[in-house]
């Protein structure tokens, strides 16, 4: 019997070893759930971002279902999610907000950014310096906003559909925060 159970075992840590993607050393799960009652969400890609030949963070995008059309991802209205996992030994504060207001000036009208300045202003509050070994995690679920939650730390919540399309632009939009990275988001390689 106990030979029976360890066989089982070892099949199941082989099979979820197997589905699990893994990128610079960080294991990112295939689906994950935003909310209890919401359908689960599959990685659609992943891919690092670097500055400099300098690697920053692994990016994962998890969507409803999979996709390489970013128009269709742009145009997404229903739940997603983009997870950060910090490869580099510190990014300030202030380089954080730096690097987001690059990507929002980058891909937005002067009126898309006017209309949603104040909440950019409200997302960009939430963060602090990030560290080697966090994650930060944008999580937008209809009708309750983008949460932010650092190393299981729930940050906030920013509201707005177009919000979420907005920061989506950071990695995908056609000024990308990086080519490399928005390609693996995408599903490439």
Do not use: C
Request: proline share 3%.
């Amino acid at each position: 019997m106990r030979m029976k159970a360890l066989v089982a075992l070892v099949l199941f840590l082989v099979s979820s070893a197997a589905s699990a993607k893994e990128v610079a050393g960080v294991k990112l799960p295939d689906t994950l759930t935003l909310a209890p009652d919401q359908a689960a969400l599959v990685l659609n890609g992943a891919g690092i971002r670097s500055k400099f030949f300098i690697k920053v963070y692994v990016g994962a995008l998890y969507l409803s279902a999979r996709t390489t059309d970013v128009a269709a991802v742009l145009r997404n209205t229903g739940p997603v999610a983009v997870h950060m996992h910090f490869l580099h030994s510190e990014v300030s504060k202030e380089k954080l907000i730096d690097a987001w207001n690059d990507g929002f000036n980058a891909n937005l009208s002067d009126t898309e950014r006017a209309k949603l300045n104040p909440r950019i202003e409200q997302f960009n509050a939430l963060f602090q310096t990030a560290r080697n070994g966090d994650v930060i995690k944008l999580d937008y679920v209809p009708g309750a906003g983008t949460t932010i939650t650092i190393n299981h730390d729930k940050r906030g919540v920013v509201d707005g559909e177009d919000f979420m399309q907005a920061w989506l632009k950071i990695w995908l939009g056609e000024k990308p925060a990086d080519d490399d990275l928005k390609r693996g988001m995408l599903g490439g390689s």
